[in-house]
Every structure is written in structure tokens, then in C-alpha cells.
């Protein structure tokens, strides 16, 4: 899975013009189950960590298409059908700084993938692992990915985009 790398990708580019300012990003998070209801985690080459496929947006690419590369690029699936459910933009629980002290702010749109394709490559430039978990034995992961999986119980139950 050849991809642009950091330096190359608008973020890339606009922290080089910015330095160590807190920055505005908006990125994309995809929850995707099997047939048996177990979801999809990554494990991250950069720092180890089990998390959803996720990244963010490049200049002149919808939100859609954002999470339809982040998942190709993390795990050889092809999106065809997505829905969002939840935009998170809260500053005082999506504010970060990165293991290099860069500062930002995210606005993450999570989609629930309804229809996919491929088989699921478990290693790529940004994966070491992939894997479909059952939701009563999830491998151990920051506290945000329960929350998204709660947020998407909730959605599924009334149907209502959550906004926070």
C-alpha cells in the first residue's frame, strides 16, 4: 500500500508553515464490523496502540473519501457505503499534542461502514495488525474507541447524529 508520506501530505505542509502553533484538522474514524458483530481494530506501527482505522483529511478530498483511503491505506479494504454518526470538535476532549509536541485540535467525523469489500490486509506502511474483535473481548485501547462504539449503540438505537 504506497501512500504520500507525512511531509508530503497537507498536514505535513502546513505544519511546516506553522511550526509548533496549535493547528485545526478534521479526520475521519470508520467503524467497521463482520458478519458476527466484531470490529475491526489496527495496530499502529508508530506507536504500538490498537485503534479504528482513522487519519486525516487531505487538501481537495471529502470527508467520505477521507474514510474510504484511511481504510484502504490501514487495511486493503475497499469502502462503498458509510454513514456517519458522530462529529466530535469538543476543544477540551479533542485537543492533542503528538509524540512531537505538535499541538492540534481535530474535528473527527465517525462513520459506521455499511458496505465493504477485499480481504483485509494485517500489515501495511501504517499497520504492523488487523483484526475483528468481539465486543466482549477487545484488545486493549484508549478510552475514545469504547465511547465510539457507545455513540454507535446510540445512533443504532434512535438514529440521531451525535454532535459534542
Known amino acids: ?3 504520500q508520506s507525512y511531509e508530503e501530505s497537507y498536514l505535513g505542509q502546513m505544519r511546516k508553515l506553522v511550526g509548533k502553533e496549535k493547528m485545526l484538522i478534521i479526520a475521519t474514524r470508520a467503524v467497521l464490523r463482520d458478519d458476527d ?8 506501527r508508530d506507536n ?14 471529502s470527508v467520505f473519501n477521507c474514510v474510504v483511503r484511511e481504510v484502504r491505506e490501514e487495511t486493503g479494504l475497499e469502502v ?7 462529529i466530535w470538535s469538543d ?5 492533542i499534542v503528538t509524540q512531537f509536541g505538535d499541538p492540534y485540535q481535530v474535528i473527527s467525523c465517525i462513520f459506521q461502514v455499511n458496505e465493504w469489500s477485499a480481504q483485509l490486509v494485517t500489515q ?31 445512533f443504532e438505537e434512535d438514529g440521531k447524529l451525535i454532535v459534542r
Open 1 to 3: 500500500m504506497s501512500q
Open 37 to 44: 458483530g466484531c470490529v475491526l481494530f489496527i495496530r499502529r
Open 48 to 61: 504500538g496502540r490498537w485503534a479504528m482505522p482513522a487519519g486525516a483529511m487531505e487538501l481537495d478530498e
Open 80 to 86: 462503498h457505503a458509510a454513514t456517519l454518526f458522530a
Open 91 to 95: 476543544p477540551d476532549k479533542t485537543s
Open 124 to 154: 501495511t506502511d501504517e499497520t504492523t495488525d488487523a483484526q475483528f474483535y468481539p465486543l466482549d473481548a477487545l484488545p486493549e485501547t484508549p478510552s475514545h474507541y469504547l465511547k465510539t462504539l457507545a455513540e454507535l449503540r446510540q
